[in-house]
């Protein structure tokens, strides 16, 4: 069979060469509830939002792949999205909820398995070849209606030395079960360098390649995958022509590698002598290890929404304590920020029942869940005061709209500390509390917040996808979601003018902090501190060790005028290419 080449976005650097296991949503299993009388209506609206939901993203997919692979190709979509919104078949499970009283998903199942079984045992062979179909629309559903908790299929020689995952939507959760030792690569159909699983695939170092439309029909259980996940090339049953190449790329990676580690115990100093703060962010606990290796100062970002990853239960008050604890420990000199559960968006994990939205990202998420919900707040609040008892531990606030919420969660804050001192629990009496710079309202009134809060960190990945209305996880839309845009930089401008107006500190802890021309422009703007990926310190370090600041400076000022993208980045690429080799 010859070489088939898919092209995607590489979002984890890395060269892979392993048997393909192919990862596919299995059915969920669906509890049988019933709700009563009262609840019936509201059952209803559930079936409805979970369909358009799933409608939702199968329209997503079928117009991306009409792009890229044409109107046939994309018809399988159409077909899902005819089955996904069948009335007849909506109007029985509606039916059987006003009837049974059950829950949405009880009643959809239900109906699901009677649909399933009658075209399984069909005289039909179309019917029995849409099957598949059936299957994946359901699970959309389902997995609509039951808060996302999914599990997954796996296919091929699981047992292999190493393998690639080959998968249609890579999720957090199953990006965090992965055996690094085992798992040389992955490749998504779906997703992008923000989505949340990329950032982890980062963060591990596993290399990563997403939004490879078609590579579930093209990509067989146990066939050979090489992959680059800085290209976003992926070939399937490669020649020996392409492993000689990708050796040869592996090698000159390698050699950049090394070349960069040669700066990790070296200061983060500019070559006329500015100095920096480099931050690590960590989001699964074994990255500690890694923030310190990397030369990580402390913890500019701890996404403790990551401890429910793979669990059923909320961790408890002492569990997170430890956790805590134990970050403050691995940097005891260096400063470490709690960022507070960040749950919704497009990280569901099963530990936490959220209800199904059509729009998650601009639904309850973040801190409107935790002050909705006290009861998940906080025990959290009160671990990190306890653990704050003997160390410098901060407390951010992420996705920050409005003054209300922070005056909102600074009261949570102070009660929990006065209930822990009543009590006698050794704990702080306070913690400074800083919030997320990331959504375009909380640059429009930064001021006003500068005057409420110990710090602000810019969140460019949601700060970009609010500002230019760009899904940070479209694979669609990559090529549009662009930090270096005017409208991002020029609020970076503003928000950094109102911390130092404030007499705060700024820092930014979005993944364009980790991108080299990103650097300048941000160091320009007087961003002197910046928290990224573990995997991604010594290359960060070593740009701002060569680019001297008055150059960056000058290339930020020139930048701020710029009208559009293609002039911010031919400004900053013009001031770097004397100072940068690893671009
Ligand atoms: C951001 O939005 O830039 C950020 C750092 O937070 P997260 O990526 O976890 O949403
Ligand atoms: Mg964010």
């Not at 409608?55 to 991306?64: F, K």
């Not at 069909?122 to 029995?128: A, F, N």
Request: hydrophobic share 45%; proline share 6%; charged share 20%.
């Amino acid at each position: 069979m010859g070489v088939r080449t898919l092209r995607g976005i590489g979002v984890s650097p890395g060269v892979a060469l392993a048997p393909a296991v192919i990862v596919r949503w299995e059915l969920p299993n669906v509890p049988d509830r019933t709700v009563g009388p009262d609840g019936v209506e509201a059952e209803v609206a559930r079936l409805h939002a979970a369909v358009a939901r799933a409608v939702g993203a199968l329209e997503q997919l079928r117009d991306r792949v009409r792009d890229r692979a044409g109107a046939e190709a994309s018809g399988i979509f159409d077909a899902q999205v005819m089955l996904a919104q069948d009335p007849d078949f909506l109007g029985q499970v509606e039916h059987l909820i006003r009837t049974s009283q059950l829950s949405a998903e009880t009643a959809y199942e239900f109906k699901a398995l009677e649909v399933r079984n009658a075209w399984a045992n069909s005289q039909s062979p179309r019917l029995r070849d849409r099957l598949a179909d059936l299957a994946a629309v359901q699970v959309r559903v389902l997995f609509a209606l039951l808060g996302r908790s999914v599990r997954e299929v796996w296919s091929g020689p699981t047992d292999a030395e190493h393998v690639v995952i080959v998968t249609r939507e890579l999720s957090p959760g199953l990006t965090v079960q992965l055996d690094r030792e085992q798992v040389s690569g992955i490749v998504s159909e779906e997703g992008t360098r923000t989505s949340h699983a990329a950032i982890l695939a980062h963060s591990l170092g596993i290399p990563c390649v997403m939004g490879a439309v078609g590579a579930l029909a093209q990509i067989q259980p146990g066939g050979t995958v090489l992959l680059d996940g800085e290209t976003g090339a992926v070939l399937v049953d490669p020649t020996e022509g392409d492993l000689a190449e990708a050796r040869a790329r592996l090698t000159r990676r390698r050699r950049t590698e090394l070349e960069l580690q040669a700066v990790v115990h070296e200061p983060a100093v500019s070559p006329d002598g500015t100095p920096f703060t480099l931050l690590g962010n960590v989001d699964l606990p074994e990255e500690l290890e890694s923030a310190a290796r990397w030369g990580a100062e402390g913890v500019g970002l701890l996404r403790t929404e990551f401890l429910l990853t793979g669990r059923t239960h909320l961790p408890s008050e002492e569990e997170q304590f430890e956790y805590f604890r134990r970050v403050g420990a691995a940097f005891p000199h260096g400063q470490v920020v709690i960022r507070t559960y960040d749950l919704g968006g497009d990280k569901f994990p099963a530990a936490w029942q959220a209800p199904a939205e059509p729009n998650p990202f601009l639904g309850w998420r973040s801190i409107r869940v935790c002050l909705d919900e006290p009861q998940i707040f906080r025990p959290q609040l009160r671990a990190i005061l306890r653990a704050a008892a003997d160390r410098d531990l901060r407390v951010m606030l992420p996705l920050v709209t409005g003054v209300e919420e922070v005056e909102a969660a600074l009261a949570l804050l102070t009660e929990e500390a006065e209930g822990l001192a009543r009590a006698g629990v050794r704990a702080a009496s306070t913690v400074p509390v800083g919030v997320m710079i990331e959504t375009p309202a909380a640059v429009a009134i930064a001021e006003t917040l500068a005057r409420r809060v110990a710090f602000f960190s810019v969140g460019s990945n949601d700060l970009t996808q609010y500002t230019l209305v760009v899904d940070r996880g479209n694979a669609r839309l990559a090529s549009r979601f662009t930090p270096l845009h005017p409208a991002v930089v020029r609020q970076l401008a503003l928000v950094h003018a109102a911390a130092r107006g404030a007499g705060i500190p700024a820092s930014v802890c979005g993944e364009m902090a980790s991108e080299p021309l990103a650097v300048l422009l941000l160091t320009g703007l007087g961003y002197d501190t910046l928290s990224v990926a573990p995997p991604s310190l010594p290359l960060v370090k070593s740009v701002l060790r060569s680019v001297p600041h008055a150059v960056a400076r000058a290339a930020a000022a020139a930048a701020l005028e710029a009208e559009n993208t293609r002039d911010v980045v031919a400004l900053l690429e013009a001031a770097a290419k004397p100072y940068l080799r690893h671009r």
